[in-house]
């Protein structure tokens, strides 16, 4: 028999929408999105472009495809977009900025997945018949493979000087910007005017079933939605979907300061545990990595060991697991995942 699910740690993209942000969306009202009658995706645009200051923005059915279509209106085919190694644009979009904008990644090494402005000054191409032009930096904040670290504003601000010095537009990644909108007390606004497009994710901590939403310029939106057609992304009464968006606008912001807590407190409950180990620094958000160094088990073996007893998180790669708070998890499931991380450690 399978062990119940006590606690999953795995993302906060398992979250399920509430009872309340069902009757919200089931209340909405909806239009033809392709005709650009959707009133309620248009609120949502509207809302979202407001929050980040930028002149439009565009709701599409995934974190994926707003990377992508940022992507693919920023870039020329034969061009280089530069961004960390780490990132989830260069990872896990299955290799789309090849295949759909046909440009070539420059991944560079980062600290906790912020690049150094010196590094990426250098990785600036200069004008040569040899080299692909560079023609995008794409940064991510919260950084996801780094462990939901936030990106120093001061770092941003230092790249996009350079950007802007050389022409280069920048995207920010923002699939959790509001985690590190709440972890700072820094407005969404002064992370977004450092860039040039910025794509935010409400499926994750945010608590919505389906969406993100790219805002940038209008000119650039108006482009964005040409290639949201083109890639299929064009959703008719989707208003249904975008209300999930604008409720958790108004419920689900704030409370991303109870996963914080959440995972400060797991990794604190975690840190002494023979055979792993935490960097508290790197708990900023709603992640915890924990580095597995264990004489008995890896990664892999004890993230099977804990699904065994109910805690789904996921190992990452060979040393590391990851685990995710979000709102479908409460302080009494995070102790309870300690005390069964604490078990089969000492056990083992
Ligand atoms: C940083 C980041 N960007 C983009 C995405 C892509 O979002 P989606 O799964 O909605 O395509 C994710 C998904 O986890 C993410 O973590």
Known sequence: MMQRILVDLRSDTVTKPSRSMREFMARAEVGDDVYGEDPTINMLEERVADLLGKEAA????????????????????????????????????????????QVQMRPLSGRFGVLDVSEVEKAIREDNLHTPPTGLICLENTHNRAGGTIYPLNDISEIANLAAQKGIPLHLDGARLMNAVVATGIPAKDWAKYVDSV??????????????????SKDFIKR??????????????????????????????????????????????????PGIFIDMKQVQTNMVMVYVKHSKLNSLSLSQALAKKGVLANAVDAERIRAVTHLDIDRDQILQAADIFKDILQDA
């Open 224 to 273: 964005a939605r040409k290639f949201r057609k083109i890639l299929g992304g064009g959703m008719r009464q989707a208003g249904i979907l975008a209300a999930a968006c604008l409720f958790a606008l108004d419920n689900n912001i704030a409370r991303l300061s109870d996963d914080h807590a959440n995972a400060y407190l797991l990794a604190d409950k975690l840190k002494n545990l």
């Open 199 to 216: 794509s935010l994710c409400f499926s994750k901590g945010l608590g919505a079933p389906v969406g993100s939403v790219l805002s940038a």
């Open 58 to 101: 565009l709701y599409v059915p995934s974190g994926t495809m707003s990377n992508q279509i940022a992507l693919k209106t920023h870039t020329r085919p034969g061009q280089e977009v530069i961004c960390e190694e780490n990132c989830h644009i260069f990872n896990y979009e299955a290799g789309a900025p090849a295949l759909l904008s």
